[in-house]
């Protein structure tokens, strides 16, 4: 079994930043990608951004210079600093991870149960 638990979810006025955690537990024998997505009320869900097990990073261009994604690979473990947020970040968001299980000969996407985190303006 795999587990993706999010924390540090809530309400800040616009302009103001909160850190959203993510971590992996379970039957892991390899993570190559971890990230955050998001979907706002009436929308589709949609990428925030992404980090690689080496390293590289991907970006929406909306959260660009304002967010940034940063991994720890020993703890199987995500963080989205978000900075200068603005209400139209309001969104569920949530933690996505690539595993290859221990059990398991292909990778696959597991989900978070998502974290909200409203900005008001």
């Known amino acids: 079994q795999v587990r993706l638990v999010e924390s540090g979810g809530g309400l800040v006025q616009a302009g103001g930043f909160l850190r959203l955690s993510c971590a992996a537990s379970g039957s892991i024998f390899r993570i190559n990608v971890m990230g955050w997505y998001r979907r706002a009320p009436g929308k589709q869900r949609e990428l925030v951004a992404t980090i690689t097990s080496g390293g590289s990073t991907n970006y929406a261009d909306s959260v660009k210079g304002r967010f940034t994604v940063s991994g720890d690979n020993a703890k199987n473990t995500v963080h989205l600093q978000m900075n200068s947020l603005k209400p139209e970040d309001t969104a569920v968001y949530y933690c996505?991870?690539?595993?290859?299980?221990?059990?398991?000969?292909?990778?696959?996407?597991?989900w978070g149960q998502g974290t909200q985190v409203t900005v008001s303006s």
């Open positions: 996505n991870a690539h595993i290859l299980p221990s059990s398991g000969t292909y990778y696959l996407d597991y």
